[in-house]
């Protein structure tokens, strides 16, 4: 299958440049560089079997989500999205690789997890994937398992210094990771927010009664954050260090400072810090509701906040600009989406008398692209080469797999995005592709649409819809980290 790709503007973390992309059997194998007025083909003698115009379109790489939880157990439910529905909305959004979690349950081993999840994928996913091990039982023999996962294709493990009683590690078993991802080469993912502090906080609420959504917000206060990440600084003197879902200013400060020392430290943030805040946990509800299930009862309008319950909580809004000039001044390497839905009804509900018992996790694999290019592109608080850059090439970079993936150049994948940068668009849970029954986003109007997606060379998204094939994604070992190739 060969494939031209005429007129459009390619855009890398470094540059962006008018070309023709030649692609044969799902590889990048032409770029022919033109003078920006020029339409002439410049790949007359690659005969294609199709042709795309992407004329006054930007040519994006396919992105690559490193942070994502698709049939996931948590709080009593399962995640909305199983490895088909998630991945299915991932491709409409622009995303062509994405990164699961598999977790480790006790006494488990690192290989029983990892298999668990590649059979959940397995037959389901329309894209590639790969996993990192979230370990929440670590034991000598554990540790000493992590060389065989490097084997394997898994170069990131996580471990969570919150959800006491359940995921939590103490700082003795993270510090243990740490200093093995200096000396084998892999990075070690941290949950940033006090584990002790928010139990107790939790029991605090509880027991005056305080129950609703707003109180998980309050329970984690910003400065729990802050302070588990100057915890896992302090530890990560000799080893390579992720912070996941950065929300905080903060917080930022200390990674910004981490990196001012040369220390290996990198931090992602995700598009609900960017773009909501604290105030949605009491907001009512000023878009349409949608129709509430058969045989289930009314949710009332105070609950809506549950919607937006995840760890770590929306924080108040000059959060949200910090965190953009994070992503323009790259001390921010990464935008993940945190993809963990549950249903409002029967997922979220289930806490509708006790805020703890609300699943966290909110979807966003689908909108991730459009948010970053409306409020980030379009509003001028980044260019459109940091949104590629933390989209696609820093994470291809940081998680080994680059230079399959992440950018558009000869050799690489051909996963791409043809992004019209004018046209308008509302987000609408009803014509999302995600399997759950509402959207945070729901009704934000925006610039900036995705006309087509390609993978592995083929269209698998045109006319806003799906047209790959179920099960069509491979799994993807990654390469170890390398220092030298990520800022």
């Known amino acids: ?80 999205d199983d490895f088909y529905t998630g991945t299915v909305a991932a491709a409409c959004g622009g995303t062509t690789t994405i990164i699961d979690f598999a977790i480790q349950n006790k006494g488990e081993s690192l290989k029983q997890a990892l298999d668990k999840w590649k059979q959940k994928a397995a037959n389901k996913a329309v894209i590639d994937y790969s996993f990192h091990i979230a370990i929440t039982d670590l034991t000598d023999d554990i540790l000493a398992e992590i060389p065989q996962m490097l084997d394997e294709g898994v170069t990131s493990f996580k471990l969570f210094m919150a959800y006491k009683g359940n995921l939590m590690s103490a700082d003795k078993a993270i510090a243990k990771v740490l200093a093995q991802s200096g000396k084998l080469g892999f990075l070690t993912m941290l949950h940033c927010e006090d584990g002790d502090a928010i139990d107790e906080s939790v029991k605090d609420f509880l027991a005056h009664k305080q129950t609703g959504p707003l109180y998980h917000a309050l329970s984690r206060p910003p400065e729990l954050e802050e302070a588990a990440i100057a915890r896992a600084v302090k530890m990560a003197t000799n080893g390579n260090l992720y912070v996941v879902h950065l929300s905080t200013e903060a917080g930022l400060k200390h990674i910004k400072k981490a990196r001012a020392d040369k220390l290996s430290v990198y931090t992602e943030t995700c598009p609900q810090y960017l773009v909501l805040s604290i105030e949605k946990y009491t907001e009512k509800p000023h878009h349409k509701r949608y129709p509430v299930p058969k045989d289930v009862s009314p949710l009332p309008e105070e609950f809506e906040g549950a919607k937006y319950v995840m760890s770590p909580p929306l924080r108040g809004k000059h959060n949200n600009s910090a965190l953009w000039q994070g992503i323009a001044d790259g001390a921010i390497s990464v935008v993940s989406t945190d993809h963990c839905a549950f249903n409002y009804y029967g997922g979220k509900s289930l806490g509708k008398d006790d805020f703890s018992k609300i699943p966290n996790g909110a979807p966003g694999v689908e909108t991730r692209l459009l948010l970053l290019y409306s409020e980030g592109v379009a509003g001028k ?45 509302e987000i609408e849970q009803i014509k999302l592709h995600q399997n759950v029954d509402y959207c945070p986003y729901e009704g934000y109007k925006g610039t900036g649409a995705i006309m087509s997606v390609l993978y592995n060379g083929r269209v698998i998204y045109k006319d806003k819809g799906f047209c790959g094939t179920k099960g069509q994604g491979r799994f993807i070992k990654r390469d170890k980290f390398r220092s030298s190739i990520v800022q």
């Open 1 to 80: 299958m060969k494939i031209k790709i005429l007129n459009g503007l390619v855009v890398s973390a470094e540059e962006t440049y008018k070309a023709d992309i030649g692609i044969e059997d799902g590889v990048i194998t032409h770029i022919e560089r033109k003078a920006r007025t020029a339409t002439a083909d410049m790949l007359p003698m690659f005969e294609a079997d199709s042709e795309i115009d992407a004329a006054h379109h930007y040519v994006l790489p396919g992105g690559v989500d490193a942070h994502t939880h698709f049939d996931m157990p948590f709080g009593g439910t399962v995640t909305a």
């Open 381 to 425: 608080r980044i260019t459109i080469n940091n949104l590629v850059e933390v989209f696609a090439t820093a994470p291809a970079k940081l998680f080994g797999l680059y230079p399959r993936k992440g950018e558009i150049k000869i050799g690489s994948d051909a996963d791409m995005v043809i992004f019209n940068p004018e046209r308008k668009f």
